[in-house]
T-cell receptor, first 114, second 112 residues
Framework: KAGVTQTPRYLIKTRGQQVTLSCSPISGHRSVSWYQQTPGQGLQFLFEYFSETQRNKGNFPGRFSGRQFSNSRSEMNVSTLELGDSALYLC?????????????FGQGTRLTVV | GENVEQHPSTLSVQEGDSAVIKCTYSDSASNYFPWYKQELGKRPQLIIDIRSNVGEKKDQRIAVTLNKTAKHFSLHITETQPEDSAVYFCAASIKNGQNFVFGPGTRLSVLP
């Protein structure tokens, strides 16, 4: 089985722009979660989607949004980018949508805002 | 909501020594506790996990212990090797059982 795939791997954007990141989960996995990783801040939970519905949301401003498609692929959008949004964005998928099994992470998209 | 604390934030050990990382959680309803290892420039990967109906689990040089009463769990690595150098994250399932909260991470350095 192919692993979790995130595209693009690297992005450089300017303040004020918007960006869309993509995550393709492992085939058959229906839950996709997004995390922001910055040095010293660990893995900050953004949101989680299951069967095209956002079930959980972390403490991030409304500039961060996402969606999930019928094939379970998910996208994350950040509007009006700020310098502080520079981070590694990771997505993870699980098969059942319950947090009692291994979450498989993608390699991440490294976003740099200049 | 669930809060997971993790200590220490950095840990240096000599090759062959043991390393212990401790985590505490706040939600007594959490029932699944995975540990992830993230090597530099790579994705986090599960190394061991434990469920709330078990007190200890071992896999070769790695073990995890869980104290439900005290709401803490620990990762133990014995006979450390340079390839164990990485950032380790603990996590706990949240109340609705749908997602995880991660600890802030521990950077482990194994010195040759």
């Amino acid at each position: 089985k192919a692993g979790v795939t995130q595209t693009p791997r690297y992005l450089i954007k300017t303040r004020g722009q918007q960006v869309t990141l993509s995550c393709s989960p492992i085939s058959g996995h229906r839950s996709v979660s997004w995390y922001q990783q910055t040095p010293g801040q660990g893995l900050q939970f953004l949101f989680e989607y299951f069967s095209e519905t956002q079930r959980n949301k972390g403490n991030f401003p409304g500039r961060f949004s996402g969606r999930q498609f019928s094939n379970s692929r998910s996208e994350m959008n950040v509007s009006t980018l700020e310098l502080g949004d520079s981070a590694l964005y990771l997505c993870a998928s699980t098969p059942t949508g319950t947090a009692n099994t291994e979450a498989f992470f993608g390699q991440g998209t490294r976003l740099t805002v200049v | 909501g669930e809060n997971v604390e993790q200590h220490p934030s950095t840990l240096s050990v000599q090759e062959g020594d043991s390393a212990v990382i401790k985590c505490t959680y706040s939600d007594s309803a959490s029932n699944y506790f995975p540990w992830y290892k993230q090597e530099l420039g790579k994705r986090p990967q599960l190394i061991i996990d434990i469920r709330s109906n078990v007190g200890e689990k071992k896999d070769q040089r790695i073990a995890v212990t869980l104290n439900k009463t005290a709401k803490h769990f620990s990762l133990h690595i014995t006979e450390t090797q340079p390839e164990d150098s990485a950032v380790y994250f603990c996590a706990a399932s949240i109340k609705n059982g749908q997602n995880f909260v991660f600890g802030p991470g521990t950077r482990l350095s194994v010195l040759p």
